[in-house]
């Protein structure tokens, strides 16, 4: 029972402590013109549930991020951070396990928003994907800035 509830209280922190992360809007800049009823995937589909809509609405920033000014940006704040998932376990896109845990002890972390562990529909899933790769060149271009800052 003990083993239960701590369980418990861990996934309710780390669901939190991702929440406020994603709350706090430091990590990807979005278009202030990007709404709901610009997304014909959400906008169009009476078949999505509320849970399906959120979703999608959590990733539309990918459709207008635009990868090198973020990068520009990021290095001119000498923010270092890679994205890491909000899932069960770290993982963060384009960054090998075996270096993960140094690079993150020297980088730090920020989470991808909108990217958890589940997916509940084929849009999610493509937009998803569209958010891994944006992550994956993100970190490659962080662990490179993070290891080498005089480049």
């Given amino acids: 029972?003990?083993?239960?509830?701590?369980?418990?209280?861990?996934?309710?922190?780390?669901?939190?402590?991702?929440?406020?992360?994603?709350?706090?809007?430091?990590?990807?800049?979005?278009?202030?013109?990007?709404?709901?009823?610009?997304?014909?995937?959400?906008?169009?589909?009476?078949?999505?549930?509320?849970?399906?809509?959120?979703?999608?609405?959590?990733?539309?920033?990918?459709?207008?991020?635009?990868?090198?000014?973020e990068i520009k940006a990021a290095r001119e704040k000498d923010d270092k951070r890679i994205f890491v998932l909000a899932t069960r376990g770290i993982t963060a896109?384009?960054?090998?396990p075996n270096e993960l845990t140094e690079l993150l002890k020297k980088c730090g972390q920020k989470y991808l928003p909108g990217a958890g562990d589940t997916l509940t529909s084929e849009a999610h899933q493509k937009l998803y994907k569209k958010a891994l790769d944006y992550a994956k060149s993100y970190n490659q271009s962080m662990k490179e800035f993070c290891l080498n800052p005089s480049k």
Avoid: F, H, R
């Fill in 1 to 69: 029972m003990k083993l239960k509830s701590l369980l418990l209280t861990a996934v309710l922190l780390n669901t939190l402590i991702v929440l406020s992360g994603c709350k706090n809007g430091d990590s990807v800049k979005t278009s202030d013109s990007q709404k709901e009823s610009d997304n014909p995937i959400v906008e169009n589909s009476e078949t999505y549930t509320a849970e399906q809509k959120q979703d999608l609405k959590n990733l539309l920033w990918v459709n207008s991020i635009e990868l090198d000014e």
């Fill in 93 to 96: 896109p384009g960054i090998e």
